[in-house]
C-alpha cells in the first residue's frame, strides 16, 4: 500500500492571515467572555431570586404600656406646694360641674339598691373626710339662710324669704374631683347615705371606687395633720398639687404610647418596603437569568459556528491539494 503524498505548503493571503490571527482569535475569546458574565449573572441572579423568595419578618404588635402608678401625696408634698404656688395652676373651680344638681335629682332605682363593699368604703371614707373638713372649721355643705326679697310697704314686714347660700361647701366640688377616677362601665348613679346617716350623696358604681377610696383617705389623713389656720388652703393646694401631677403623669405616659406607636408604624413600613423591594428582585433576577441563559447560548452557538468555518476551510484546503496530487500524478497521452 502506498502513502499519501507530501501535501505542499501554499501560501496563505494577507485576508486569510488577518481573518486567522485577529477575527478568529476575538471570535474565540469574546463568547468565552461573553459566557464568563453570562455564567457569572445567573448565579448571582439565582442567590438574588431565593432571596425574593424568602418570607419577610412581620413586626410583632406592641405590647400595652402599662399605666403609671396612682399619684400619692404627703403632707410635705402639700406644704411645698404651698410655698410655691405658681408652681401648680388651679383648675378645680373649671371642672365644678353639676354635682349639686346631680345629688338633688338622682336616677330612680329600679329595684331596692343594696351598696356595694366598695360603695360602702367609699362612703365610709367620705364620711371621714367630711369629719375632718368641719374639724379644721371648712363646710362641707353650703351654709344657707333666709333672706328676705321683698318688704310689705304696708307694716314692713317681709313679703317673701328665699334660701340663699352664704358659704358655698366644698363637697360638691371634691365630689366632682374624685369623679375622675371613675371608670367604665359605670352604673346609674344611686343615693347612698353616709353611716350616720347624716348625709346622703349622689354616687355610681364602677371599678374606679377602690381607687376613688385611696384619694379620699389620702385627703383625709392630710387634713387631719394640718393646721385649722391653713387647712383652707391646705386642701386647695392638695387639688392643684394632684392636678398637676396626675397631668403630667398622663402626659408622660401618652407620649410613651406615641412613641412606641410611632416605631410600631415605622416597621410596619420597612417590612412593606422590603416586600415591595424583594417583588422588585424577583421581577429583575428572572429577567437576569433569562438574559444570561440566553447569552450563554448565543455563545455556544458561535463558537460551534467558528468551529465548524474552521474545520470546513481546512478540509477544503485538503481536498484541493488532494485534488492537485492526483492531477499531476496522471501521465499525459
Not at 433569562?290 to 458561535?302: D, I, K
Request: aromatic share 6%; glycine share 4%.
Amino acid at each position: 500500500m502506498s502513502a499519501l503524498p507530501q501535501l505542499p505548503v501554499t501560501p496563505v493571503k494577507w485576508n486569510e492571515r488577518f481573518e486567522r490571527q485577529v477575527i478568529f482569535r476575538l471570535a474565540r475569546w469574546l463568547p468565552l467572555g461573553i459566557g464568563g458574565v453570562a455564567t457569572l449573572a445567573l448565579l448571582v441572579g439565582a442567590c438574588v431570586l431565593a432571596y425574593s423568595f424568602l418570607p419577610t419578618l412581620e413586626p410583632s404588635e406592641p405590647k400595652p404600656i402599662e399605666a403609671p402608678a396612682p399619684v400619692k401625696l404627703t403632707l410635705a408634698d402639700v406644704q411645698l406646694a404651698m410655698k410655691n404656688p405658681a408652681s401648680a395652676t388651679s383648675d378645680s373651680q373649671a371642672e365644678e360641674g353639676d354635682n349639686a344638681e346631680n345629688a338633688d335629682t338622682p336616677t330612680p332605682a329600679a329595684a331596692p339598691y343594696t351598696p356595694s363593699a366598695e360603695m360602702t368604703a367609699f362612703v365610709k371614707a367620705m364620711q371621714g373626710l367630711r369629719d375632718q373638713l368641719q374639724r379644721k372649721g371648712i363646710d362641707y355643705l353650703d351654709v344657707t339662710e333666709d333672706r328676705c326679697q321683698w318688704t310689705n310697704s304696708y307694716d314692713g314686714s317681709c313679703g317673701e324669704y328665699r334660701k340663699e347660700i352664704v358659704t358655698h361647701g366644698v363637697g360638691d366640688e371634691l365630689l366632682n374631683f374624685f369623679g375622675r377616677y371613675e371608670q367604665e362601665p359605670i352604673a346609674t348613679a344611686q343615693r347612698v347615705s353616709f353611716p350616720d346617716n347624716s348625709i346622703e350623696l349622689s354616687a355610681s358604681e364602677n371599678p374606679g371606687l377602690p381607687a376613688m377610696t385611696k384619694v379620699v383617705t389620702e385627703l383625709s389623713d392630710i387634713m387631719a395633720q394640718s393646721k385649722q389656720s391653713n387647712a383652707r388652703q391646705m386642701l386647695e393646694s392638695w387639688l392643684n398639687l394632684r392636678q398637676q401631677q396626675e397631668a403630667s403623669q398622663q402626659h408622660a405616659h401618652e407620649q410613651k404610647v406615641d412613641e412606641q406607636q410611632q416605631k410600631y408604624n415605622a416597621d410596619l413600613s420597612k417590612a412593606q418596603e422590603t416586600r415591595t423591594r424583594k417583588q422588585e428582585l424577583k421581577s429583575n433576577s428572572l429577567m437576569a437569568l433569562a438574559a444570561a441563559l440566553a447569552s450563554l447560548v448565543f455563545c455556544g452557538l458561535v463558537l460551534a459556528v467558528i468551529a465548524l468555518e474552521r474545520h470546513t476551510r481546512a478540509l477544503q484546503a485538503s481536498l484541493q491539494h488532494f485534488e492537485r496530487a492526483q492531477r499531476s500524478s496522471v501521465p499525459s497521452p
